[in-house]
């Protein structure tokens, strides 16, 4: 059965964006805090297509939730730009360039139809306007037997937690705080439904902590 | 120098007691889940008189918060009973029966003036109305040169780590989320003051956290 694996970096205080995000900082003020961890990794930077960065005990942390995927699931603030429908002259084509990292379908939910948007590097952009199951349901359809993660942003993570839809979930605890922004777990309830921790690993600057239905 | 040293569990989603606390369930609808990992170990049984219990990884981390302590810092919520002015005829006189688990002096953050109470174990309750400073100076000077730990609630726990006088934190991370309730970091803003990860312990049904200045 194809699983859906959620992974994300949190603060201690329980955000994972920074409050005021924006088209020039769509992690929010101190959102970056997050994800210096993973930046420094050579596995990381390999994605980008990067040489160099650092072997650490987060490594194999990050080469497990590579391994295995092969489709990922976003909200529409994650692939970002702008609220609303699309511009048809120049519709926004995600942060990531011409060769975004993830080199396997990509199933956006959003309000707004939209052809999709073929890049390089074996990454598709599929607009899905049907919500959160149908999302998913395509994902795993695309993946050939393999597993789907999904990449947050709080909102797409909160819609998927609350439904009991996560099988896998990887918080890499990051220890700052951010004060305000995107908290991930706001209006899930008190519910992790079966997912328990099931390993920790820590690192000097990140604690990864993973939870897994049993 | 006698340090400040603060631990507390909180859930996955932040928070460090559950919604609707009364006198009847002062941890809040789901608060007790933050707690049973400790309430399970021999070493804090022995601190209420009690005989069994388990061993674990976590036990060394309760040891530790335990030496050389020679004082607590508590706010009123915690020591509890009631919102307002003391019972003149009846004074509320905490949670912990007649032996409470501290067996040192306790300083008791309130806007309400009162007597210390003394009571069995060597524990006894000293009311501070002067604030938080006010209150750490009389701990210190309490001690005989140890160290003295805040033992909460948020909204005490808010007020020294916004002042930035926490030396050490130890966060006991509970795979669990309370959806409502106290927020251990609402309203402290973005500055941790210097407190950098320096442990983490990873038990089955915990995650401990120690943070410290360097």
Chains 1, 2 share one sequence.
Do not use: C
Request: a negative charge; glycine letters at 14%.
């Amino acid at each position: 059965m194809s699983k859906l694996r959620f992974k994300i970096s949190m603060s201690l205080d329980g955000f994972v964006a920074g409050p005021s995000q924006s088209i020039k900082n769509p992690l929010g003020i101190g959102g970056g805090r997050l994800h210096e961890w993973a930046f420094k990794l050579a596995v990381f930077g390999a994605l980008l297509g990067l040489e160099g960065g650092e072997v650490n005990e987060s490594t194999p942390v990050v080469e497990e939730s590579l391994a295995n995927i092969g489709a990922t699931v976003m909200g529409r603030n994650m692939f970002g730009g702008h609220p609303g429908p699309w511009d048809a002259q120049n519709p926004w084509k995600g942060w990531w360039g011409v060769n975004p990292p993830f080199h396997h379908p990509v199933f956006v939910l959003t309000h707004h139809a939209r052809e999709p948007l073929q890049l390089d590097g074996g990454t598709t952009f599929t607009f899905v306007t049907d919500g959160i199951h149908a999302a998913l349901e395509q994902a795993r359809q695309a993946t050939g037997g393999k597993d789907v993660t999904l990449a947050g942003g709080a909102n797409a993570a909160q819609q998927y937690l609350a439904a009991g839809l996560v099988d896998e979930m990887e918080i890499n605890l990051v220890p700052t705080l951010l004060g305000s922004g995107e908290r991930l777990f706001e209006g899930v309830g008190d519910n992790l439904h079966g997912l328990d921790l099931v390993r920790t690993v820590a690192a000097a600057k990140v604690t990864h902590l993973k939870y897994a239905k049993r």
